[in-house]
């Protein structure tokens, strides 16, 4: 069973910077992408970034010139890099992994809160 491990989340002040990290550990590691979705009190989750197995990436409007996601050498850690970070960015970031068979799975949730 493939689990999720996120990291990186915490308190930073606005336009200040975060890393978050998403590992995917186990014995077996299929997928077709990864990446975060995002969820604030009282909205809808959203897609921050997502990565697929062949390297195209689609980034959330909201996110887009600010934040960036990459890959280990090793394909099953992701990175989410935050730069210039505003408050409506506090929410609970999510590693999301969808496998081959169009499944979801998701990390524990990281809390990123920007204020000062």
């Known amino acids: 069973q493939v689990q999720l491990e996120e990291s990186g989340g915490g308190l930073v002040q606005p336009g200040g910077s975060l890393r978050l990290s998403c590992t995917a550990s186990?014995?077996?590691?299929?997928?077709?992408?990864m990446g975060w979705y995002r969820q604030a009190p009282g909205k809808d989750r959203e897609l921050v970034a997502r990565m697929t197995r062949g390297n195209s990436i689609d980034y959330g409007d909201s996110v887009k010139g600010r934040f960036t996601i990459s890959r280990a050498d090793t394909r099953n850690t992701v990175y989410l890099q935050m730069n210039s970070l505003k408050p409506e960015d506090t929410a609970v970031y999510y590693c999301?992994?969808?496998?081959?068979?169009?499944?979801?799975?998701w990390g524990q949730g990281a809390l990123v809160t920007v204020s000062s």
């Open positions: 186990g014995s077996v590691f299929d997928f077709v992408s």
């Open positions: 999301n992994l969808r496998t081959v068979r169009n499944l979801d799975l």
